[in-house]
C-alpha cells in the first residue's frame, strides 16, 4: 500500500467540513485525521507528525492560537504549517508556509481547496528533493569537555540536527549530545561537530562516527513520521 505524500490534521466539529477535507486531501494523494476536541487534538500533535494543521474558527471553548502554541512547542510538530480557517469570506492566504501561521477562507466545495493543496505539495516536493529532516523537539544534554548545557532540538535528519541553544559556540566545535527519541526509549549518545551558525542561539550540527545502528535508529524513526518522498 502506497503511504499518502503528505498527513494533514484538522481540528473541526462539522460533519459537512469533513467531508470537504476528506476529498480534497485524497485528491491530492494525501492522508487526512481529525481531531473534534482539544485534549484529542493534543494528543494527535503530541504522538504523531504532521505536515499541516487546519483549524476551524467554530469550535466551542477552543482558543485557536492556544492550540497553534502547543504545536509549535511539540516535539514532532514544530515546523508544520497551522492555518486557522476563517469563518466569512474575505481574504486569506490559502499558502501554507513550514513553521508559520496562515489564514484560509472556509471553504465551500473540495475545489476551494485546490490553490491550498497544490502550494502545500509543492513546498513538500521542493522539501525532499533535499535530505529527509523530521520537525522534531525534545530536549538535548550537550556536553563540551566539562561543561554540560542544555539545548532544543528543532529538526532531525540521519546526518544531523538542528539545535536552539542559550550557549556560545563556534563553527567546528565538537560535543557530545544525549536525547531520546521516544519518551520510553534508552537516550542516545551521538558526536557532533557544528557545521553552521544560522542565528544567534540556533546552531546546525553534523553526527561524528555514526554507528551503523544509531544510524539506523534514527532513520527507522524519521521514516515512520514521514511520509514517503513520491
Do not use: W
Not at 490553490?115 to 525532499?128: C, D, Q
Amino acid at each position: 500500500m502506497t503511504r499518502p505524500r503528505f498527513r494533514l490534521l484538522l481540528v473541526h466539529n462539522e460533519p459537512r467540513l469533513l467531508e470537504i477535507f476528506e476529498q480534497a486531501a485524497l485528491f491530492a494523494g494525501g492522508e487526512l485525521v481529525e481531531a473534534g476536541s482539544y485534549e484529542r487534538a493534543v494528543e494527535r500533535v503530541s504522538n504523531e507528525h504532521f505536515e499541516a494543521v487546519v483549524i476551524s474558527p467554530v469550535l466551542p471553548n477552543f482558543s485557536r492560537q492556544g492550540f497553534a502554541r502547543v504545536v509549535r512547542n511539540s516535539r514532532l510538530n514544530s515546523q508544520s504549517s497551522v492555518t486557522l480557517l476563517t469563518g466569512t469570506r474575505g481574504r486569506g492566504r490559502a499558502a501554507p508556509e513550514a513553521g508559520e501561521i496562515s489564514m484560509l477562507q472556509r471553504p465551500m466545495h473540495a475545489d476551494d481547496l485546490a490553490p491550498f493543496f497544490k502550494h502545500l505539495t509543492r513546498a513538500l516536493r521542493a522539501e525532499r528533493r533535499g535530505q529527509r529532516r523530521l520537525s522534531f523537539r525534545t530536549n538535548v544534554q550537550c556536553v563540551k569537555g566539562l561543561t554540560r548545557f542544555q539545548a532544543t532540538s528543532v529538526n532531525l535528519g540521519t546526518t544531523g540536527m538542528l539545535l536552539d541553544l542559550l550557549a556560545h559556540l563556534r563553527l567546528n566545535e565538537e560535543m557530545e549530545l544525549h536525547f531520546n527519541l521516544e519518551p520510553t526509549r534508552p537516550a542516545l549518545v551521538l558526536r557532533a561537530r557544528v557545521l553552521r551558525m544560522d542565528t544567534p542561539g540556533r546552531v546546525g550540527v553534523i553526527f561524528q562516527g555514526l554507528s551503523s545502528q544509531s544510524r539506523q535508529l534514527i532513520s527507522q524513526f524519521i521514516d515512520q513520521h514521514l511520509p514517503d518522498r513520491t
